[in-house]
C-alpha cells in the first residue's frame, strides 16, 4: 500500500505497436536493447520522475508480458501501475490508455514506448499542451517521386518527441471528436491542435529518439552500453553445476570424452564442467544463467557437448559487448582421475573460448557425494572485459 497521495498527473505509454520496421521476433516493446526490453527502459524513465499514474498500452496478448515489466519498473510505486490492451491505430491505442485514467487525474502525458532511452526529467517538464521538440540536422528538400521539387528550410521545421502533455478534459474531448471525424492524426499535438488548442514547444532530448529500425536500436545499445556503471572495468562471475553418475553411455567432462567411465546425467551430455564455465561468464556479463539459454525450453540442446555451449556462450557475450579474460575452473570428485588429460582439457576449453581456462580437480576426503562418487560438483570463476 502507498501512503502517497492520489496524484493529479498521469502518464499513458503506448507500447501496442507491432514494430513492422523494426522487425523483430516480438512486438517492438518487447525486444531487448540490453537484458532489458523497450518498454522496461522507458518505464524505468518513467519511474524516475516523480509520482504519477502510469498506464500502458500493450498489444492485445502481451498484457502479462507487459505487466512484469511494469512490476520491475515500478518498485515501490507498482501500485501507481496498470496495463490495458492497445488498438489497431496509435489513436485508438492512446484512447484506451485515457479511458483508464483515475478520476483525480487533470494533467495527462503521453508517451511512446518506442522512446526508450527519454530522459525521466523530459517526463514531467510542463504539462499543458507542450510537446518536446528537436531541431532538424539533416537537409531536407521536397520531393516528387525521384524528383527533387524544391529546399526547405530546415530553420523552419523541428521535430517532434514524447512525452507531450496536455491538460486531461480538453484532451479527452480532442480525442472524442477525432473519433467522430474519423481522422486519423500522426502524433497527439497535432491531434489535440486540430481541436482548435495550442500547443507550446520545449527542448527535446537528442536521447529522446524514436527505435524504429534496426540502426535505431544499435543507437540505443551503443549509448546504453556507454553510460552503464561500472562499464569500464573487469567483471566477476561464478558458477556451480553438479551432476550425478549414471547416464547412458561414456562420460564427459570437461570437452573430453572419457571411455570406460561412467557417465554423468543431465538434460545435455551433463558436461557439468562446461555448464559451469557457461554459468560464471554469463553471470560476469549479467546476461541471466545457462537455464535461460540453454534449458528444457531449448531442446536443440539436449544431448550437446561443451563445443555447443561454450561457442555460443561466447557468442553471447560478443554480441553484449563482452570479451572473455579467462576462467578457472575446479571440480570435486573421486572419478576421473584428471591430472593426466588435464592439459589435453585445458587447450580444448581454451580453444572453444579463445581464452584461457584453467582445470584443477580435487577429491573430499571421502565426504559428501562427491566423496561417495555419487556425482561431481564444480565450481568455475570467469573474467570478462567489456570491449
Ligand atoms: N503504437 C501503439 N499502438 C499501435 C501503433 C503504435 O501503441 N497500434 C505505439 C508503438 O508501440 C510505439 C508508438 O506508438 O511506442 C510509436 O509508433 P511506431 O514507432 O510507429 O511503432 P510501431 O507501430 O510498433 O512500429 P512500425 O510502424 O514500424 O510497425
Ligand atoms: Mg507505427
Redesign the pocket.
Known amino acids: 500500500m502507498s501512503i502517497l497521495p492520489v496524484p493529479d498527473i498521469a502518464i499513458v505509454?503506448?507500447?501496442?505497436?507491432?514494430?513492422?520496421?523494426?522487425g523483430g521476433d516480438a512486438?517492438?516493446?518487447f525486444v531487448g536493447i540490453d537484458s532489458r526490453s523497450?518498454l522496461r527502459h522507458?518505464l524505468d524513465g518513467v519511474f524516475a520522475a516523480r509520482p504519477m499514474q502510469v498506464i500502458v498500452?500493450a498489444?492485445s496478448g502481451f498484457e502479462g508480458q507487459a505487466e512484469s515489466d511494469l512490476l520491475a519498473a515500478a518498485g515501490d510505486r507498482a501500485d501507481l501501475g496498470r496495463v490495458v490492451t492497445?488498438?489497431?491505430?496509435?489513436q485508438?491505442?492512446?484512447a484506451a490508455g485515457l479511458a483508464a485514467l483515475w478520476a483525480d487525474v487533470d494533467t495527462v502525458l503521453v508517451h511512446?514506448?518506442?522512446?526508450a532511452l527519454t530522459p525521466p526529467a523530459a517526463a514531467v517538464d510542463g504539462a499543458s499542451g507542450v510537446i518536446p521538440m528537436l531541431p532538424v540536422v539533416d537537409t531536407l528538400k521536397k520531393i516528387d517521386g525521384e524528383a527533387i521539387v524544391a529546399a526547405v528550410d530546415r530553420a523552419e521545421l523541428a521535430a517532434a518527441q514524447t512525452p507531450q502533455g496536455f491538460p486531461r478534459r480538453l484532451l479527452e474531448a480532442a480525442y472524442a471528436s477525432a473519433r467522430e471525424s474519423g481522422v486519423e492524426y500522426t502524433d497527439d499535438a497535432a491531434l489535440f491542435a486540430a481541436a482548435g488548442h495550442s500547443v507550446r514547444r520545449i527542448s527535446g532530448a537528442e536521447r529522446g529518439f524514436?527505435?524504429?529500425?534496426q540502426a535505431d536500436l544499435e543507437r540505443a545499445q551503443h549509448l546504453l552500453a556507454a553510460s552503464a556503471p561500472g562499464r569500464s572495468l573487469p567483471r566477476v562471475g561464478l558458477g556451480t553445476d553438479v551432476h550425478a553418475f549414471g547416464g547412458e553411455g561414456d562420460l564427459w567432462l570437461a570437452g573430453l570424452e572419457w571411455p570406460g567411465e561412467q557417465a554423468l546425467s543431465g538434460h545435455s551430455d551433463g558436461d557439468a564442467v562446461a555448464h559451469a564455465i557457461v554459468d560464471a561468464l554469463l553471470g560476469a556479463a549479467g546476461l541471466g544463467d545457462i537455464g535461460e539459454h540453454f534449458g528444457t525450453a531449448h531442446p536443440e540442446y539436449s544431448g550437446a557437448h561443451a563445443s555447443v555451449f561454450l561457442s555460443r556462450t561466447r557468442e553471447i557475450l560478443a554480441e553484449h559487448g563482452f570479451a572473455i579474460g579467462n576462467v578457472s575452473v575446479q571440480f570435486q570428485g573421486n572419478r576421473p582421475r584428471f591430472g593426466p588429460r588435464r592439459a589435453e582439457a585445458q587447450a580444448l576449453l581454451s580453444g572453444m573460448l579463445g581464452a584461457p581456462v584453467s582445470v584443477t580437480a580435487t577429491t573430499t576426503d571421502g565426504l559428501g557425494f562427491a566423496g561417495r562418487a555419487e556425482g561431481i560438483s564444480v565450481t568455475a570463476v570467469a573474467l570478462v572485459i567489456p570491449v
Open positions: 505509454v503506448v507500447a501496442a505497436g507491432s514494430g513492422t520496421r523494426l512486438p517492438k516493446a523497450i522507458a498500452v498489444p492497445g488498438g489497431g491505430t496509435r485508438e491505442s492512446v511512446d514506448a518506442a522512446r524514436k527505435i524504429t529500425t
